[in-house]
């Protein structure tokens, strides 16, 4: 009985519960919780920092108090934090700079990169840098967004090309990763990244695997930049290419690992005639979403099966109760959350707690990769270790690209038009 109450006091069991409840709060007291503002034009949005502020502060504190870590220095650290996420939200939310798909992730990191490397951190500030805990809460939030009746009413079709892409591309990626000797860690996520969904499912990985920050901040980074020009280049190939929208868009919805890009290139393939694409490439994405819980789950099975059986190192026979033990509970928490919502709630309900879910989850990335920037120094990130997983993120993304491509022009240029004509 004493090992079964010790097993929920510990740090992962206390994420789930306190994720449990912001999610309560989300369901029944939406007005609780606090909205992230894009602006700081009127004393309202003032406010509405604060109150983030006040409740991430409390979040951290508990949770803190319950683990036994140490409080006095969190209020003045997180302040800290939060003002550079703050900013990071502000600049994202330029137009320019939103019209270029540059999201609040990117700006977080760079923002904390820019003070540790040129400030050296006092050990108080250090107080408050938890990415993991941000990381996993805003994960389990993000289990909320993922509804499975929005994936099969928005078609088969496109969750029949995420399913083909994903565990292909992800293989492929994995396997070049390991013929260019990129280490286990570093390809997991780059894997993830290129063929699920981007920033999301890198940051799951990371979490799953329990996996090196500054490892994680570099993918992120990758990501990020290249998703950029992808963004305006494939919807100009796709009419050189005369593709058809449906099939550009659901090109564009497997390749592009950012949602706010694929939107983006989406319109811009639409060229103002219709929005087939843009409607295309976001439910191929959505799909790919739904299933990051799949991947998570996948990827966490491997990976603790083969840390516990790792005989070389003289690990524990993986027997079913050490995997469990060893099991990232976070996972668990996430794939609740999407269950739940997918089929305890009403469809719009759900959708409606979402949109309030995904602002804090958003947040609470921010305030992650802030963390990340904090603990992180340029010199690791450009270092030459990195060439390789470079190297091979960008021979995963061009494989991608290719075989997203065939797979589209397949599904949606010649078996769901044959299947529409019969």
């Given at each position: 009985?004493?090992?079964?109450?010790?097993?929920?006091?510990?740090?992962?069991?206390i994420?789930?519960?306190?994720?449990?409840?912001?999610?309560?709060?989300?369901?029944f007291?939406?007005?609780?919780?606090?909205?992230?503002?894009?602006?700081?034009?009127?004393?309202?949005?003032?406010?509405?920092?604060?109150?983030?502020?006040?409740?991430?502060?409390?979040?951290t504190?508990?949770?803190?108090?319950?683990?036994?870590?140490?409080?006095?220095?969190?209020?003045?650290?997180?302040?800290?934090?939060?003002a550079?996420?703050?900013?990071?939200?502000?600049?994202?939310?330029i137009?320019?700079?939103?019209?270029f798909?540059?999201?609040s992730?990117f700006f977080?990191?760079?923002?904390g990169l820019?003070?540790?490397?040129c400030?050296?951190?006092?050990?108080?500030?250090?107080?408050?840098?938890?990415?993991?805990?941000?990381?996993?809460i805003?994960?389990?939030?993000?289990?909320?967004?993922?509804?499975?009746?929005e994936?099969?009413k928005s078609?088969?079709?496109?969750l029949?090309?995420?399913?083909?892409?994903?565990?292909?591309?992800?293989?492929?990626?994995?396997?070049?990763?390991?013929?260019?000797?990129?280490?286990?860690?570093m390809?997991?996520?780059?894997?993830?990244?290129?063929?699920?969904?981007?920033?999301?499912?890198?940051?799951?990985?990371?979490?799953?695997?329990?996996?090196?920050?500054?490892?994680?901040?570099?993918v992120i980074?990758?990501?990020l930049?290249?998703?950029i020009p992808?963004?305006?280049i494939l919807?100009?190939?796709?009419g050189?290419m005369?593709?058809?929208?449906?099939?550009?868009?659901a090109?564009?919805?497997?390749?592009i690992?950012?949602?706010?890009?694929v939107a983006?290139a989406?319109t811009?393939?639409?060229?103002g005639?219709?929005?087939?694409a843009?409607?295309?490439?976001?439910i191929?994405k959505s799909?790919?979403n739904v299933?990051?819980g799949?991947?998570?789950?996948?990827?966490?099975l491997?990976?603790t099966?083969?840390?516990?059986?790792d005989?070389?190192?003289?690990?524990?026979?993986?027997?079913?109760?050490l995997?469990?033990?060893?099991?990232p509970?976070f996972v668990?928490?996430?794939?609740?959350?999407?269950?739940?919502?997918?089929?305890c709630?009403?469809?719009?309900?759900?959708?409606?707690?979402?949109?309030?879910?995904?602002?804090?989850?958003?947040?609470?990335?921010?305030?992650?990769?802030?963390c990340i920037?904090?603990?992180?120094?340029?010199?690791e990130?450009?270092?030459?270790?990195?060439?390789?997983?470079?190297?091979?993120?960008l021979?995963?993304?061009?494989?991608?690209?290719?075989?997203?491509?065939v797979?589209?022009y397949?599904?949606?240029?010649?078996i769901?038009?044959?299947?529409?004509g019969?």
């Amino acid at each position: 009985m004493k090992n079964w109450i010790k097993q929920f006091t510990s740090e992962d069991w206390i994420i789930v519960f306190a994720g449990a409840v912001i999610l309560a709060l989300a369901a029944f007291f939406p007005d609780l919780m606090p909205r992230m503002p894009k602006t700081l034009t009127s004393v309202n949005d003032w406010l509405s920092a604060g109150y983030m502020y006040l409740f991430v502060l409390v979040l951290t504190m508990v949770t803190s108090a319950v683990l036994g870590r140490p409080l006095k220095w969190i209020p003045l650290s997180l302040l800290i934090i939060f003002a550079l996420t703050l900013c990071a939200q502000l600049l994202a939310n330029i137009p320019v700079v939103k019209e270029f798909g540059f999201e609040s992730v990117f700006f977080a990191v760079i923002l904390g990169l820019l003070i540790s490397n040129c400030f050296r951190l006092p050990e108080w500030m250090k107080a408050a840098v938890q990415s993991e805990f941000y990381i996993k809460i805003g994960i389990i939030c993000l289990g909320s967004t993922i509804l499975f009746s929005e994936v099969m009413k928005s078609g088969a079709y496109g969750l029949v090309q995420s399913l083909i892409v994903v565990f292909s591309v992800w293989y492929f990626a994995w396997w070049v990763g390991k013929k260019m000797n990129v280490d286990p860690e570093m390809r997991t996520m780059l894997s993830s990244a290129v063929s699920i969904c981007g920033v999301s499912a890198a940051i799951a990985t990371c979490g799953v695997i329990k996996g090196d920050n500054k490892k994680l901040s570099y993918v992120i980074s990758l990501v990020l930049i290249i998703a950029i020009p992808m963004m305006y280049i494939l919807p100009w190939l796709a009419g050189l290419m005369n593709l058809s929208p449906e099939v550009t868009g659901a090109w564009l919805g497997g390749t592009i690992d950012t949602t706010g890009a694929v939107a983006a290139a989406g319109t811009l393939a639409d060229h103002g005639h219709g929005d087939t694409a843009a409607q295309t490439a976001v439910i191929v994405k959505s799909s790919q979403n739904v299933l990051l819980g799949l991947a998570a789950f996948i990827i966490s099975l491997m990976w603790t099966y083969q840390g516990v059986g790792d005989k070389k190192n003289g690990q524990e026979k993986p027997t079913l109760g050490l995997i469990w033990d060893r099991f990232p509970k976070f996972v668990v928490g996430f794939i609740l959350a999407s269950l739940v919502f997918s089929f305890c709630f009403e469809t719009e309900t759900a959708k409606a707690v979402g949109k309030v879910t995904k602002g804090f989850q958003n947040t609470l990335f921010s305030i992650a990769f802030v963390c990340i920037g904090l603990e992180t120094r340029f010199r690791e990130i450009f270092s030459k270790e990195n060439r390789k997983p470079l190297a091979a993120f960008l021979t995963a993304q061009t494989f991608n690209i290719v075989v997203t491509l065939v797979v589209a022009y397949i599904i949606f240029g010649l078996i769901k038009p044959a299947i529409a004509g019969m």
